[in-house]
């Protein structure tokens, strides 16, 4: 039996939202599942954690632990968080400084935490190889070297990784600069510098997560019918000033999104993951898969109650956030018409080019069961293989190659790259700044411009995987090391 890129087709036409029916099998989600109605609720905010001076090293106390969260009035979910029953606090880091992470799991079950978008040695990064057992600790120390940016932290534990940030082990890390610091942007957090956590969640009727993998949810990664936003359904803000900074970041499994607002109207992106965009851009939606962030001024001196919706499906599916203008506003601010310079692009010093091939295997291999087929270059992840060991100082192209019928985020650990070209031609302007993160559309090519700086460690690798977490948890996901 084969099957045609038609019907495949037809299955992501689905989005996974209900069953569907796929070469004669029918894809079981069960009677669970629904989309749940609920008011509009306040925003959450995580809470800011500035960490603590010792001897002139910041130092952050995480806490891995169990919980339970009630996200639906009368419901009550079993979660996973950090100092916390779901996510963890936002970190804020400062360029220059030491950090020291002291993470304690109290999850009754091994775990990592990986800091995604950091600069920093490998034995510090937190991914599969740096295992923190139930009850005991993990003291990572680096010192912040790159851009004032949104980044994230999350588990990165082999082959439970999705499972593990579906439960909750997420949160946010802002770092900041002199630059940051000294720019006329919104940054009063959690008052006009607003973090946005977005996760799609599935419910069992009991209120309990559903994270029972059906094959069709690990070949298209786990999408939930449900939005959460910081941890919140349905949410709503009252604006006290004129601009507002939303510094969102998709925290999902496995679904993208397209933010645009209810009205249409413009906003200015900022940053990409890395940091600060060149100059502010104007744009009516932005598109943003796993792992991506994207910082946007929105304008509300015109005092409409606004929306932020995911437009993904083509007509609204989500409610991101509801912004009501306070009639006690803040005059505007004037964003700068520059925010920094980024390095020119410069091809002529690349000194290797290596190909990664995304493949999501045979068909058959899935509905005979088995879920290892997820594969990079022909090989499914092995923590005991190092593939690509590339040399410290070195300026490298990757092109990343996607023949199967899915499109598949690429993450890369330890660099903030840039990108080359999408099929051949320049990416949109707001990806052409600091990126970990981006899109591979289905049988496309990307190519990606990176440099490999300071550290160097020839037993620990770093990872580079698809951010559709149950691909990774599948085996989409390789090891590179830095020498000397
Ligand atoms: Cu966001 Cu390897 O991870
Ligand atoms: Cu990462
Ligand atoms: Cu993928």
Redesign the pocket.
Known sequence: MTISRRVMLGVLAAGGVSAATYGGFRFMRGSDGEKIASGARQLQIPPLDNGVMKAGVRNYDLRLQTGISSFFDGMKTPTYGINGDYLGPTLKLTVGETVQMNVTNALGKASTLHWHGMHLPAKADGGPHQIIENGSSWHPSFEVKQKAATLWYHSHQFHKTGEQVYMGLAGLILIEDELSKKLDLPQDYGVDDIPLVLQDRRFNNDGSFDYRLSRHDQMM?MMGNNLLVNGTPNPYMIAKTNLLRLRILNGSNARSYMLKFNDGRQFQQIASDGGFLEKPLNLNSVRLSPGERAEIIVDVSDGKTIRLEDHSTGAALFNVLEIRPDEMRKKSLIIPPVLTKLDAINTDIVVKTRKFS?SMGGMMGMMGGGNDSMSINGRTMDMSRIDEVVKRGDTEIWLIDNPSN?D?PFHIHDVQFRTLDRNGRPPAPNEMGLKDTVLVPAGGQVRVLLKFEDYVDAEIPYMYH?H?LE?EDAG?MGQFSVVA
């Open positions: 990664g995304l899915l598949h698809c559709i691909h989409m």
